[in-house]
């Protein structure tokens, strides 16, 4: 069973890698899933917005900005933070996947803020047979990693700009020939981000708080192949637009509600020509006609540009495409924090719909965060996914932020 499921995973993720990916999904002219190579991208890795249903872009800065907004770096209270997470990963079917990420920043001053972070991706081992049985490999342990740097900058009291650069490595097979011609090679590519991040104090009714908004688009960057330049697939390049609202009930109890919304700047499938026995008709191209959407084999920023008005079914696919992640979080003199979430996938774009929920506890310069998740689909391969962040935080930095960013 393990093997079964890692492989299936490997075949989700490359499916557009290794040639007419695309034409999987065109089978089904209704549910069109968006694929897209190194999803452990996108990939929440860290327990806070992992327990506040993948809401992550708005919310006070910590260590693990970088990932969900750098441009909201430069607003964190301490000099110098750092954290560590771990995920086991698709735990309740093997347990020998697991996500890692390493982060930490450091503020320059009261206007520059820099960062590094490592996300590492083990798969676990599997084994590699030809017609399911004849060994073809030794054992192997498909393996991914994200490395990445960011600088983050105020353009004035209230809004910042960051940026990240990454470099992405991603061993799904190893050198295993595909064919008589052909050898699985490790696929590379360089990718940025880019985050800007607005906060403002507010005074409602007779309590102060803080009103955050933040635009996010990640991953943009080269495709990548595991086989050659024909074979290229899009790295999920997403667009992320959040809000979040702390609101400070009295000296010692505050409470923050946050929204994202999501979007993967990658081509809708289209739905391709198929013969009276359901076989794809293709062109003197080598690919399949498409008869209604856009040829997904299109240049970066071309995809990229124009993915937000390519499905064959027009704008109401489009606006199934956007994810929503929510969440809730409330703190305690600081000390102690519970939260709770909830995302939203559209059925035809993946189904993915699940609650979390977390807890957070803080002791001088140490914090340690929780979460879990729970689906609202039986026997879900997410279910009961474990997120453990462990972080520390130096020196309280001398600037005028706001009193809620801790």
Avoid: C
Avoid at 245 to 265: C, E, G, H, Q
């Amino acid at each position: 069973m393990r093997k079964i499921l890692i492989l299936f995973f490997l075949v989700v993720t490359v499916s557009n890698a290794f040639g007419q990916g695309q034409a999987f999904i065109g089978q089904d002219t209704a549910a069109r899933p968006i694929i897209t190579a190194v999803p452990f991208l996108m990939i929440s890795p860290d327990a806070r917005s992992g327990a506040m249903g993948d809401a992550g872009a708005a919310i006070s800065p910590d260590a693990n900005s970088a990932h969900w907004n750098v441009g909201k770096l430069v607003f964190a209270e301490k000099d110098f933070g750092a954290s560590l997470s771990y995920t086991p990963w698709l735990g309740k079917i093997v347990d020998d996947m697991n996500l890692l990420y390493l982060a930490g920043f450091y503020k320059l001053d009261d206007l520059q803020a820099i960062a590094f972070s490592l996300r590492y991706f083990d798969l676990g081992e599997i084994f590699l047979t030809e017609d399911g049985r004849t060994p073809i490999a030794p054992n192997f342990r498909p393996q991914e990693l994200a490395i990445d740097a960011s600088y983050s900058r105020k353009l004035s009291e209230k809004l910042g700009l960051g940026v990240t650069g990454r470099y992405i490595y991603s061993n799904l097979a190893g050198e295993v020939p595909v064919s008589s011609t052909q050898v699985a090679t490790p696929g590379n590519s360089i990718a940025a981000d880019v985050g800007l991040y607005y906060n403002s104090d507010l005074v409602v009714g007779a309590r102060d708080g803080n009103l955050a908004l933040a635009a996010v688009i990640s991953n943009i960057g080269n495709k990548i192949s595991y086989l050659d330049e024909s074979t290229e697939s899009f790295i999920p390049t997403n667009l992320r637009i959040g809000t979040a609202y702390t609101a400070n009930l009295d000296p010692f109890n505050k409470i923050t509600v946050a929204v994202d919304f999501n979007k993967l700047l990658v081509p809708t499938p289209p739905i391709y020509e198929t013969d009276e026995t359901g076989q794809y008709v293709y062109g003197p191209d080598g690919n399949p006609n498409v008869i209604d959407g856009r040829d997904p084999n299109r240049p970066l920023v071309n995809g990229i540009f124009t993915s937000v008005a390519d499905a064959p079914d027009g704008f109401s696919e489009e606006l199934k495409e956007i994810t929503i992640a929510s969440g809730l979080e409330y703190w305690y003199n600081d000390l102690f924090a519970a939260r709770a979430g909830y995302f939203w996938e559209h059925d035809l774009k993946g189904a993915r719909k699940f609650f979390t929920l977390g807890v957070g506890l803080r002791y001088q310069v140490l914090n340690f965060d929780f979460a879990y998740l729970i689906p609202q689909q039986q026997q879900h391969p997410l279910a009961e996914t474990l997120r453990f962040t462990l972080g520390v935080n130096f020196v309280k930095a001398n600037t005028n932020n706001r009193p809620d960013q801790q």
